[in-house]
């Protein structure tokens, strides 16, 4: 089977890119593993909220200047600041095309309020999340009966530090009874499969309308809208104050709401989506790839003019861990890391952990490395790649999405396709 790029990963940095390549008219396949992180995400993204120094990011361009002095192996000083910028602009872009409802711009990040109601810097954020500032006089964090995913006294205590007069409520509904047999069961996703259904939507109404009618503001768990945003505006039109949704513990709905988004325009655009599938080996030739055999067609090659490892970081496998040791499992690349194991971890557990910079060596075009030479069609992208602290600087989503863009944008060019 040819194709002009396989992507490894079928993650946020997979699917921009296959995305992307599908616009210009490369026909793409990506090989998807498993469960995507970002599932286990709150849907949100952020491209910069911290200095390596800790300095916090307000403006974003001035951050991205800065970190290009601080931390020149960074993937945003490889690119540069005018390019970051400009393929953040496109990945909204891209985003807002496959139904993403996002609030956020690229001048300042603004912050979100997390489950636990403290405020978190983000770039991008969906439409339905609160950000401050919280302007309104009264909120009410409704909380659904039974439901362990979300604690609404704990988001109350903490969103009076911010002004507001806070209550917590809850709401009890009879619908939701087959699933309360099983706590397993009685969590975001499922609750959202039985709510989604329009059938449902008066009651939830019902049961929401007494605490919308005594306060300008109201927060409850983010357990509806698996496929899109129509409850919620459904919702919002009818009730007497605004309403709005907090991600619970993973798997959050949002995050899988926005995997299921890309996926469906990925596959929309003719991109091919080859699910529960791994590589698990390539034919190294002359410093490229030319076959990748997956397990589910052991004997039938995908041949690529060119290939994307956006297979992620330690948490999807894209990077293993051994006794002494970091290594990229796919490809073999070489990966940036201390020289022992003692340096892995610092010892303050909440300090920024030395492995989390641990990643795949890359050049300015982000080619990876095979004992000191680049391979020339293949591009790392996103979390796979070395250089970035994605939670402490608070970049992972934006070197996700800048990095599957700017390998695209390479890719096009190589291959002739449309700009």
């Known amino acids: 089977m040819r194709f002009d790029a396989v992507i490894i990963g079928g993650g946020l940095a997979g699917l921009l890119c296959g995305l992307r390549l599908q616009n210009a008219g490369l026909h ?35 951050g991205l200047e800065r970190i290009g002095t601080m931390a020149p192996d960074h993937p945003y000083s490889l690119l540069g600041v005018e390019t970051v910028l400009t393929l953040a602009q496109q990945t909204q872009q891209l985003l807002a095309e496959c139904g993403a409802l996002m609030q956020g711009n690229l001048s300042r990040n603004h912050s979100r309020v997390t489950p636990l109601g403290k405020l978190r810097s983000a770039w991008l954020s969906p439409q339905e999340v609160p950000v401050a500032p919280l302007t309104v006089r009264r909120i009410c964090v409704a909380g659904i009966s039974g439901m362990m995913d979300f604690q609404p006294h704990l988001a109350a205590a903490s969103l009076c530090e911010y002004g507001p007069e806070v209550e917590v409520a809850e709401i009890d509904l009879p ?3 087959v699933l309360r047999d099983n706590p397993t069961e009685f969590r975001a996703v499922t609750i959202a499969r039985l709510l989604d259904d329009e059938a ?7 049961a929401l309308l007494p605490l919308a009618q005594r306060c300008d503001a109201l927060l409850m768990p983010a357990c509806f809208g698996m496929e899109d945003h129509r409850l919620w505006e459904w919702l919002n039109q009818r009730l007497p104050c605004s309403l709005h949704l907090l991600p619970t513990l993973p798997p ?28 698990k080996r390539v034919t190294l030739c002359a410093g490229r790839v030319s076959d990748v055999w997956t397990r589910h067609h052991a004997d039938i090659p995908l041949r690529p003019r ?47 952990q030395p492995w989390q910079q641990f990643g795949v060596k890359v ?3 982000l080619r990876p490395q095979v004992e000191g030479e680049p391979l020339t069609n293949v591009f790392a992208v996103g979390a796979v790649l070395g250089g970035f602290d994605p939670i402490a600087q608070g970049c ?11 390998a695209a944008r390479h890719i096009i060019a190589l291959a002739g396709g449309q700009s």
């Open 28 to 62: 793409c396949a990506i090989v998807s593993r498993g469960q995507s992180a970002l599932a286990f995400s709150s849907g949100s993204l952020d491209l910069l909220s911290v200095l390596p120094d800790g300095t916090p990011v307000t403006d974003i361009r001035t």
């Open 175 to 177: 619908e939701l009874d």
């Open 200 to 206: 449902h939507w008066p009651r939830l109404y019902q």
């Open 252 to 279: 959050s709905v949002p995050g899988l709401r926005l995997h299921r988004q890309l996926q469906r325009q990925f596959v929309k655009s003719g991109g091919t989506w080859l699910p529960g599938d791994e590589v």
């Open 306 to 352: 060119f290939v994307v490892l956006a297979s992620g970081s330690f948490f999807s496998n894209g990077l293993v861990a051994e006794r002494n040791a970091i290594r990229e499992p796919v490809l073999g690349l070489e990966v940036r890391q201390t020289a022992t194991r003692a340096d892995w971890y610092a010892r303050d557990f909440f300090a920024p």
């Open 363 to 365: 050049d300015s075009r």
């Open 396 to 406: 992972g989503g934006g070197v996700s999405a800048v990095t599957a863009l700017f």
